[in-house]
C-alpha cells in the first residue's frame, strides 16, 4: 500500500501508462543500451484531493547539467513571462521599500529578466546548470541548488525575506511538498505573498490531455488540493486565474493566513471542482477509460498512414510527447522524425521510442503529408507560423482534446 505525499492516507493508483523513460531525456545512439525506465502511474487521494505519482525518479536523474528545456525559445512564453512580472510588479510590488524578488525553478532567466530589467532585486534558484549558466550570462543572479528549508534559511540569512516568491510549472515537480511550503513560509516576509502557476487538473480531465503527466509532474494541482496542502505550513489560498499556458493552467496566490482577503474566485472555482467530480475516484476512472480510447485512435491513424505510405513527422519534441509515443507504442516506423528548434535535442533520439530528432528545417524544406502536432498546447502560435504547410496540402493530426485530422 502505497501514501498520500501530502496527508499520508493510503492510496492506490487507477491506471498505468506503462514502462516510462525520463520525458526529457533525449538520447544519442550510444546511450540507449542504458535508458532508466519507471512505472508511469497516477493515483488519486480522496482524503485531501491531490492527484500525484505513485514513483518519480529521483531529481538528479531529471534536473542536470544536460537539461533539455529552454523556456525562452518560445516567444509566446516570453510574452507570458513578461505579463506574469508586470502582474506581480503592479499588484504587490508597487510602493515598497526595496522589494526582494525569489524565483524557484528559474529556468534560463525568462521571467526574472524583467525584474533585472526594472532593478528589483532578485534571486533565482535553479538545479539544471545549463539553463541556469544562461541566465547567469545574462547578468541574473541564479544559484544551482534544489530549494529546501536549509536554503531558504541561507537566501534569508544573505539576502533577507522575499517580498514574493514565484514559480511557473515547478512547484508540481517536488515530490516533498510539505517541505518545499515550509522553505516558502520561511523565505516570505509576515505580507509576503506566494504566486506560482501549474498545469490545471480540471482542464486535463476535461481535455484527456494526459500527456500533462510524466515524470516531472508528481502533482498536477486544483484549488481544493492547493488549498488544503499549503494551509498545513500557515499558507492561505487567496486568489485564482486560469491561464492558457500549457494547454490550460491555474495561477495561485497564497499569503501568510489571514494576512490578505479571500477573493470569491476561490469559492467559485472551488465549487466548480465539486460540480466536475474532481473529488471523486469515478471521475478518474472515466478519465482512465478516455486514455485509453485516445490511445487506440491515435495508433489506429497512424497505422493506417503507414499502410498508405503517407509520411509523418512530429512537430515539437517536447516533454509531453514522451508520454504519449510510449503509452501508444508510437516509433520511426510510425513518425519519420520529430522536428524541433531546441539546439540540444537535435541529432539526437527521443525517450524510449528512439524517434530522431532533426532541426526544423527539415520539416520547411521537404513538407510531410501530416505533422502530428506534439505541442498542442502552442497550437495557435504554430498555425499561424505554418500557414505554407497548409497551403502546400499538408495536414495535421491532434490528439486533445480527441484524436483528429485537420485539413
Not at 532541426?359 to 501530416?370: A, G, S
Request: glycine fraction near 8%.
Amino acid at each position: 500500500m502505497i501514501n498520500c505525499r501530502i496527508c499520508n492516507t493510503n492510496i492506490e493508483q487507477f491506471m498505468s501508462f506503462g514502462k516510462m523513460p525520463i520525458a526529457n531525456g533525449f538520447l544519442t545512439s550510444d546511450q540507449i543500451q542504458n535508458e532508466y525506465f519507471f512505472e508511469l502511474a497516477p493515483a488519486f487521494c480522496s482524503n485531501c484531493g491531490m492527484f500525484q505519482l505513485i514513483e518519480q525518479p529521483d531529481p538528479q536523474k531529471m534536473f542536470h547539467e544536460n537539461y533539455a528545456f529552454f523556456s525562452s525559445t518560445s516567444s509566446y512564453m516570453q510574452i507570458h513571462f513578461k505579463n506574469f512580472a508586470e502582474f506581480v510588479m503592479k499588484g504587490f510590488l508597487e510602493n515598497r521599500q526595496d522589494p526582494f524578488v525569489v524565483e524557484l525553478g528559474s529556468n534560463d532567466g525568462i521571467m526574472l529578466h524583467n525584474f533585472k530589467k526594472a532593478g528589483f532585486r532578485h534571486l533565482g534558484i535553479e538545479p539544471s546548470v545549463n539553463v541556469a549558466n544562461v541566465a547567469r550570462s545574462e547578468g541574473i543572479e541564479t544559484l544551482s541548488e534544489f530549494f529546501n528549508l536549509e536554503l531558504a534559511d541561507q537566501i534569508v540569512e544573505r539576502h533577507g525575506q522575499a517580498d514574493s516568491v514565484l514559480c511557473a510549472n515547478v512547484i508540481c515537480h517536488i515530490p516533498d511538498l510539505n517541505s518545499i511550503a515550509k522553505g516558502i513560509k520561511c523565505l516570505l516576509k509576515t505580507d509576503g505573498v506566494l504566486i506560482f502557476e501549474e498545469p490545471y487538473l480540471g482542464d486535463m480531465v476535461m481535455k484527456t490531455s494526459y500527456d500533462q503527466i510524466y515524470d516531472e509532474h508528481v502533482f498536477i494541482f486544483s484549488a481544493t488540493s492547493v488549498s488544503r496542502a499549503f494551509a498545513n505550513h500557515g499558507l492561505e489560498l487567496i486568489d485564482v486565474f486560469p491561464q492558457k499556458t500549457h494547454g490550460g493552467s491555474m495561477r495561485y496566490i497564497l499569503t501568510p493566513i489571514g494576512t490578505r482577503s479571500v477573493s470569491h474566485n476561490v469559492g467559485e472555482l472551488m465549487q466548480k471542482e465539486q460540480k466536475q467530480g474532481l473529488h471523486k475516484i469515478e471521475t478518474y476512472d472515466q478519465f482512465r477509460q478516455k486514455c485509453e480510447t485516445s490511445r487506440k485512435n491515435l495508433k489506429e491513424l497512424l497505422e493506417n498512414l503507414k499502410q498508405k505510405g503517407q509520411r509523418v513527422v512530429g512537430y515539437g519534441a517536447t516533454s509531453k510527447s514522451t508520454t504519449v509515443n510510449n503509452y501508444c507504442g508510437i516509433g520511426p516506423e510510425h513518425v519519420e522524425f520529430i522536428s524541433d528548434t531546441t539546439p540540444v535535442k537535435q541529432g539526437k533520439l527521443t525517450p524510449g521510442m528512439h524517434i530522431p530528432v532533426k532541426p526544423y528545417e527539415l520539416f520547411t524544406n521537404n513538407p510531410p503529408d501530416y505533422a502530428l502536432l506534439f505541442a498542442w498546447n502552442h497550437a495557435t502560435e504554430i498555425f499561424a507560423k505554418e500557414k505554407s504547410f497548409k497551403a502546400g496540402g499538408g495536414k495535421w493530426i491532434t490528439f486533445v482534446p480527441q484524436v483528429k485530422v485537420i485539413e
